[in-house]
């Protein structure tokens, strides 16, 4: 794998108080505003939105990685991502993002690995190690018997 990857992303005002953001990786855009607290519009991605998506499906991808790897079998994980933004002198800010994966497993026996592994993809995440806010973790691991498909 090379040492050295490149992404972009063009974001542009499109007209009063609503942008659109483009990947050249993803075929559709993403309209965003500001949040409404700040003069933006509901029912659009913020921002934040972005970011707190970012994180989530950054540990997602992760953590689907390590266990592929590890042949660690789990049957879903759902990863809730909240962050609180407060004022301080110098503006506002994120002050803290909490992950909240949820991993259901088959057998209990599993539920330590399980806990290593969440823990390795949150240290792993490139996301999360680019931000000045580290992501907390609260881990939920859910047994549940794997239902046969088909």
Same mark, same amino acid.
């Given at each position: 794998?090379?040492?050295?990857?490149?992404?972009?992303?063009?974001?542009?005002?499109?007209?009063? %108080?609503?942008?659109?953001?483009?990947?050249?990786?993803?075929?559709?855009? +993403?309209?965003?505003?500001?949040?409404? !607290?700040?003069?933006?519009?509901?029912?659009?991605?913020?921002? !934040?939105?972005?970011?707190?998506?970012?994180?989530?499906?950054?540990?997602?991808?992760?953590?689907?990685? +390590?266990?592929?790897? =590890?042949?660690?079998?789990?049957?879903? $994980?759902?990863?809730?991502? !909240?962050?609180?933004?407060?004022?301080?002198?110098?503006?506002?800010?994120?002050?803290?993002?909490?992950?909240?994966?949820?991993?259901? +497993?088959?057998? !209990?026996?599993?539920?330590?690995? =399980? $806990?290593? $592994?969440? %823990?390795?993809?949150?240290?792993?995440?490139?996301?999360? %190690? =680019?931000?000045?806010? =580290?992501?907390?973790?609260?881990?939920?691991?859910?047994?549940?018997?794997?239902?046969?498909?088909?």
């Amino acid at each position: 794998m090379e040492e050295q990857h490149k992404y972009r992303v063009v974001a542009w005002w499109t007209s009063g %108080r609503t942008g659109t953001a483009k990947s050249d990786s993803a075929p559709n855009s +993403i309209h965003f505003t500001a949040p409404p !607290e700040f003069g933006g519009l509901e029912g659009r991605w913020t921002p !934040e939105d972005l970011l707190l998506g970012a994180v989530a499906s950054c540990f997602t991808t992760t953590f689907r990685v +390590i266990a592929e790897y =590890a042949k660690f079998e789990y049957s879903d $994980l759902e990863v809730e991502a !909240e962050g609180i933004v407060r004022k301080s002198d110098s503006g506002y800010s994120f002050s803290e993002i909490l992950l909240r994966p949820t991993l259901m +497993i088959s057998s !209990e026996q599993d539920q330590g690995r =399980a $806990l290593g $592994l969440l %823990r390795k993809a949150k240290a792993l995440c490139m996301v999360s %190690r =680019a931000l000045a806010t =580290a992501p907390k973790l609260e881990v939920r691991v859910q047994v549940s018997k794997l239902l046969p498909v088909g």
